[in-house]
């Protein structure tokens, strides 16, 4: 064996492993919170076909919004789309055919790049659907923006216009609805002497 065809090899080794962790983040069982919850992809599959969580308002969701849950609806389509791709022949669950990638046996050293790319597509279905499972908390802050001095903004919501303060705080940064300028949590001290000083 060459020092080439061994170093493709390893390289191989590598991205299938890689491959297989996001795999498993896709597919198993997680926990959360302390108890256990059924995979990202099992959530996906079973909201596709829900609606979307309402407000409370039965009367206005009656006759707005989707029937359907569009971002679950979207992975799954794009998660079926791919893996059939692969094995057009075969009508087996997306699943197995995704955890079949994870072998270094279905691939061939000079695939690496492929299996980098799988990698990559089954990481983004794990953030998206773990958005929709897991949404980010959101705190809103009744100050005025730094950037653009504005303190509320009006949102639509449930058929009329509420007040909601510009500006809230997330564990990945803070954001001004009115502007759109965003401050990174590294920046949060910054934002808070700023705030202070108000």
Not at 24 to 44: N, Q, Y
Not at 115 to 140: G, H, K, S, Y
Not at 158 to 175: F, H, K, Q, T, Y
Request: glycine share 6%; proline share 7%.
């Amino acid at each position: 064996m060459t020092e080439t065809n061994t170093a493709d090899a390893e390289n191989l080794t590598a991205a299938v492993a890689e491959l297989d962790r996001a795999v498993g983040r896709f597919l198993s069982p997680r926990m959360a919170e302390g108890r256990p919850e059924p995979s990202l992809w099992a959530e996906v599959c079973r909201r596709r076909l829900e609606p979307p969580p309402s407000s409370g308002n039965r009367a206005v969701h009656r006759f707005s919004g989707s029937p359907v849950c569009l971002s679950s609806l979207q992975i799954h389509s794009e998660v079926v789309g791919a893996v059939r791709q692969l094995a057009t022949d075969r009508d087996d669950d997306p699943a197995v055919l995704l955890d079949s990638l994870t072998r270094t046996s279905a691939w061939r050293p000079q695939d690496t790049s492929t299996v980098l790319d799988w990698c990559e597509a089954v990481t983004d279905w794990c953030r998206r659907a773990l958005a929709i499972v897991e949404p980010e908390r959101r705190m809103e802050v009744r100050a005025r923006c730094p950037a653009c001095e504005t303190r509320t903004v009006y949102r639509h919501k449930d058929g009329e216009d509420i007040r909601v303060p510009a500006l809230s705080v997330s564990v990945s940064g803070a954001d001004c609805i009115a502007c759109g300028a965003h401050w990174s949590p590294a920046q949060f001290g910054l934002l808070i002497a700023v705030l202070e000083g108000e």
